[in-house]
């Protein structure tokens, strides 16, 4: 067994890639920053026992996942009060927030093996193996959860595009 990376070289290299799968994961904007610290403190403590035999990124994700569970869980037990988030950087644009908006949607109303499959294929370029072995799915079961997820993310977009031609002040 070869020795485990540096946890300064996971960090640095995979930072962005946990922090947006916990974004696509639907952990609240006000909230990643601490779910993406949680999910390092994690990988601090258990980087001894990585061993290779799956790609690092799939380790990560599968933290990420498990981190991005318990702030959901965590957030259910909240007051609406402490839901509020800081206000948006001015330098959004209305309609980069519309289709973020809608990407969020669809993903929050998507079960968790399909979420999965589509943050993975689609947001994070991984290929149908890759998730297989990621998520400890078979691989047809990818092919599948991809397939229909990306047809009815086909139907969201179409959905939303006609309604845009229909209200086009809107």
């Not at 601490?34 to 403190?41: K, S, Y």
């Not at 026992?49 to 318990?70: E, V």
């Not at 519309?98 to 991984?126: I, K, S």
């Not at 047809?140 to 309604?163: G, M, P």
Request: hydrophobic letters at 45%; proline letters at 5%; a neutral charge.
């Amino acid at each position: 067994m070869d020795a485990p990376p540096a946890f300064e070289a996971v960090y640095a290299e995979h930072f962005t890639f946990v922090w947006q799968s916990l974004r696509a994961l639907g952990v609240r904007a006000a909230a990643i920053d601490d779910a993406a610290q949680d999910v390092f403190i994690v990988v601090h403590d258990r980087l001894h026992t990585f061993d290779g035999r799956r790609p690092l990124r799939a380790w990560l994700y599968g933290i990420a996942r498990n981190m991005a569970r318990r702030h959901h869980e965590q957030a259910q037990r909240r007051s609406p009060l402490q839901l509020v988030s800081s206000p948006a950087p001015l330098d959004e644009t209305v309609q980069w927030r519309e289709r973020a908006a809608l990407v969020a949607r669809f993903l929050d109303d998507l079960d968790e093996g399909h979420r999965a499959v589509f943050v993975l294929a689609q947001l994070e370029g991984a290929t149908a193996p890759e998730i297989a072995l990621a998520l400890g799915v078979n691989l047809n079961t990818v092919y599948s959860r991809l397939r229909t997820t990306r047809a009815r993310f086909e139907r969201v977009l179409a959905r939303d595009a006609l309604r845009d031609r229909s209200h086009p002040d809107v």
